[in-house]
């Protein structure tokens, strides 16, 4: 059914874009505004959309009192009142006249106001030109043509110099009318003509081609708007959401419908000068609507043809200071397409490379032109939705600029919007001078790698070396002779609130090193707490007779224990942790090789203890609960491997880590899986600039890699061209600058 209504017309264009197969994403508010967008160009700059009208209007005494009006009392005088204040309050008022007729909402403009002759050359019957037509016309054959037609011109020039014209005023946005004429000389009931322009009837336009297409281009600009929030997002089946190419089809449509709307269907320009003379010369227009229209297509096509297709970047402020409003973090996440013209075409301008005594310095600069109004249209309506952007109705300084063709970023460090200036009354470009982008430590996350890896090697990045979450524990055994074989627990006692204190007779040789020690281990049944096992840290050595082991404090009573000892054999008398290892859940399981002679019964028995040292779960010591016998070299200890043994995935580049200890955040710089070294900038991204612990677990946010911290390097700036560092190195081998000789010796 054909569109006859602002209903059909939206169903029409829904249907075009694919409903109701497809889901289209906009809201009714949006589609009526697109209705009500569309009306509009089309009552404005389509031909058909408008009609020429001729309105009369007969003068009433009201109008000629309020045009008349004079002084500050008069009738249709409006007070316009101006306060300042400073040391003293100043007010001002000011008399403005009324001297304009209401028109209808509708008309569009005003193309002049027919007047009646009466000048003193050609009014009446005794003027010269009555005579001359009377006279002259009647005797034709007598009449030189081009006499008459010079005679004529001459008349009519003396009529334009003698009688002054008046001025007229019309904007459509106000309704007024204003003649700039002696209203105290008209009269009553007196007719006025108005040649004008009015809007027709939005009732028969729903189904006008043109309509029809831009309001179904309108939608789908709206659709991809609404789209682009969800960029990125992955749909099942690897699908991914992308606004961009639906709005930039409408965008594209809507350009194509208004260029063909400027040759084809656009009326001349209403510039609404009427019969009466203004300041500038009513017959050469300054620049009308449709010129500039003109030019500025001209310009976009030009752009389009020899211009180079670039990614804008607008800087986003993340922090600022909160007195003097200064910028202490920014980044770039978004880019932009646009055609942009290089006005420097014969090269790079600016300094260049320029060799210092610090290193290598890149100066280039390059001057870019972009179209005023592919920047307003296609660019300003996403940077004003973002809270970041202060400023989004023109390029800024501060933005960036990738140039594609030298694969380098640029940041614009001035935008001049007046050059050339105001042609035909108007701008149309932006001219962006940019030097070549200096890195610190900005966020660059644009999604296109080949921009995001421009600063990978930039700026300040620390270096973490990295482990596998878990790693094996290693000890020594250490022997000894005349040493306890093993501690027998006698009686578990009762009544315990806290770990009793185990004491062993000291040995005979004096030596503090030689006494054993043990520490005991509580437990809790039925409600009662009574010791579990008694475990040795030093068997001894040098004991000749059994000693006297002691249970004492903890609240409890009743515990007693008996040991065994070895007066002739070796055995393990403690235990020496080499390595306490990383990432145990469970207590691990230690195993001890055989004596010489082989006898497994012989064989010494330790038990592991675990505990957080960090931010890790790790060894802390390994207990004798039987020394053995009949060690003559030691032997081989063993601990069994913790649950997870190596680090978990693959960190990506950009990314947010954090220090699962620490709090810390920084960004992913570049990941190498074979070192386990990984380069970050940014530290304290997130807000948390305390720094990363050696020991603790750095975990990716995106990509949910694991890997624990071995150590950092945290003076790791990099700089391609600056070999400060050198010269450093080789001044230090020279001149001693340390604090005990600050002024040096060779």
Same mark, same amino acid.
């Given at each position: 059914?054909?569109?006859? /209504? ?18 289209? /994403? =906009? ?6 505004? !697109? ?34 009006? +004079? ?33 209808? *909402? ?14 003193? #050359? ?20 007598? &009449? ?29 946005? +106000? ?11 008209? +009269? ?57 190419? =639906? ?41 009308? +609507? ?22 804008? =970047? ?15 973090? $920014? ?5 932009? !397409? ?28 390059? *001057?870019?032109?972009?179209?005023? *109004? ?36 640029? *940041? ?16 149309? &470009? ?84 030689? /006494? ?70 469970? &207590? ?51 601990? $069994? ?43 304290? &991204?997130?807000?948390? =600039? ?35 560092? #050198? ?20």
């Amino acid at each position: 059914m054909k569109p006859d /209504n602002r209903g059909r017309l939206i169903n029409y264009g829904l249907r075009q874009l694919g409903a109701p197969i497809l889901e289209i /994403n =906009i809201d009714d508010d949006q589609l009526h505004d !697109a209705v009500d967008d569309t009306i509009q160009i089309y009552q404005e700059r389509h031909y058909d959309g408008i009609e020429r009208m001729f309105l009369k209007y007969k003068f009433t005494q009201d109008d000629i009192d309020r045009g008349s009006a +004079q002084g500050t009392d008069g009738v249709g005088i409006v007070t316009t009142t101006g306060i300042q204040t400073s040391n003293v309050t100043v007010t001002s008022n000011f008399y403005e006249t009324s001297n304009f007729l209401a028109v209808p *909402e509708n008309i569009l403009g005003v193309n002049r106001i027919f007047k009646f002759d009466s000048s003193s #050359i050609s009014g009446g019957m005794f003027s010269i030109k009555y005579q001359l037509f009377l006279n002259d016309l009647y005797y034709f054959n007598s &009449v030189n043509l081009l006499q008459y037609a010079m005679t004529k011109t001459y008349l009519e020039d003396i009529d334009h110099l003698l009688t002054t014209e008046k001025q007229i005023r019309f904007n459509m946005r +106000q309704d007024r009318l204003y003649l700039d004429i002696d209203w105290g000389a008209q +009269q009553v009931d007196e007719f006025i003509v108005i040649d004008c322009f009015r809007a027709i009837d939005t009732e028969g336009i729903y189904n006008d081609p043109f309509v029809k297409r831009y309001f179904t281009a309108l939608i789908k600009k709206q659709w991809g708007a609404n789209l682009l929030k969800f960029r990125g997002t992955k749909l099942p089946g690897g699908i991914e959401l992308n606004g961009r190419e =639906i709005y930039d089809e409408g965008v594209r449509e809507l350009q194509a419908l208004r260029d063909r709307s400027a040759m084809d269907y656009e009326m001349p320009p209403l510039d609404f000068i009427g019969w009466w003379i203004m300041a500038l010369n009513p017959y050469f227009q300054q620049g009308t +609507q449709g010129e500039q229209r003109l030019v500025q297509d001209l310009i976009n096509e030009h752009l389009k043809i020899y211009g180079v297709e670039v990614t804008y =970047i607008p800087r986003k402020f993340v922090n600022k200071a909160t007195i003097i409003e200064e910028v202490t973090a $920014s980044k770039f996440d978004d880019n932009f !397409a646009v055609e942009m013209y290089v006005n420097s075409f014969d090269g790079y301008s600016g300094a260049g490379d320029v060799l210092t005594k610090f290193g290598m310095s890149l100066r280039d600069e390059v *001057e870019l032109t972009v179209s005023k *109004e592919r920047f307003e249209e296609f660019i300003a309506p996403f940077m004003e939705s973002s809270s970041d952007i202060d400023l989004a109705t023109r390029p800024r300084e501060g933005d960036l600029v990738f140039f594609p063709l030298g694969q380098r970023l640029f *940041e614009i460090k001035f935008v001049e919007h007046e050059d050339p200036f105001y042609q035909l009354g108007k701008n149309y &470009v932006y001219k962006l001078k940019c030097e070549l982008f200096e890195y610190e430590d900005e966020v660059i996350d644009t999604s296109l790698d080949i921009i995001d890896t421009q600063v990978e090697d930039d700026g300040y990045i620390a270096s973490l070396q990295l482990v596998g979450i878990g790693r094996t524990a290693t000890a020594l055994a250490i022997r000894g002779s005349g040493y306890i074989r093993e501690i027998f627990l006698n009686n578990d006692g009762s009544g315990f609130i806290s770990t009793p204190v185990v004491s062993i007779s000291t040995s005979p040789s004096g030596s503090a090193s030689d /006494n054993a020690t043990a520490v005991a281990f509580t437990t809790e049944r039925a409600g009662v707490r009574s010791i579990e096992k008694i475990l040795m840290t030093n068997a001894g050595a040098n004991y000749t007779d059994t000693p006297i082991i002691t249970i004492s404090g903890g609240g409890g009573t009743g515990a007693a224990a008996t040991c065994s000892i070895e007066k002739s054999s070796t055995g393990i008398v403690r235990f020496i942790m080499t390595d306490n290892g990383v990432g145990f859940g469970t &207590v691990p399981i230690v195993t001890i090789s055989n004596p010489a002679a082989g006898i497994a019964s012989d064989r010494a028995v330790g038990i592991a203890s675990i505990g957080v040292v960090g931010a890790f779960n790790q060894v802390n010591s390994i207990f004798v609960e039987n020394a053995g016998k009949g060690y003559t070299t030691n032997p081989t200890i063993t601990i $069994s491997d913790p649950e997870t043994i190596s680090g978990i995935g693959t960190y990506q580049f950009n990314e947010v880590v954090q220090g699962m200890r620490s709090g810390t955040q920084a960004r992913v710089k570049s990941w190498d899986q074979d070192t386990a070294i990984l380069l970050v900038s940014n530290v304290g &991204v997130g807000g948390t =600039i305390r720094g990363f612990f050696e020991g603790e677990d750095i975990k990716g946010l995106t990509s949910g890699a694991l890997f624990s911290l071995s150590s950092l390097n945290k003076d790791n700036t990099i700089d391609k061209y600056n070999e400060g560092d #050198i010269f450093e190195s080789e001044a230090d081998s020279i001149i001693d600058f340390t604090e005990s000789n600050p002024f040096g010796n060779y």
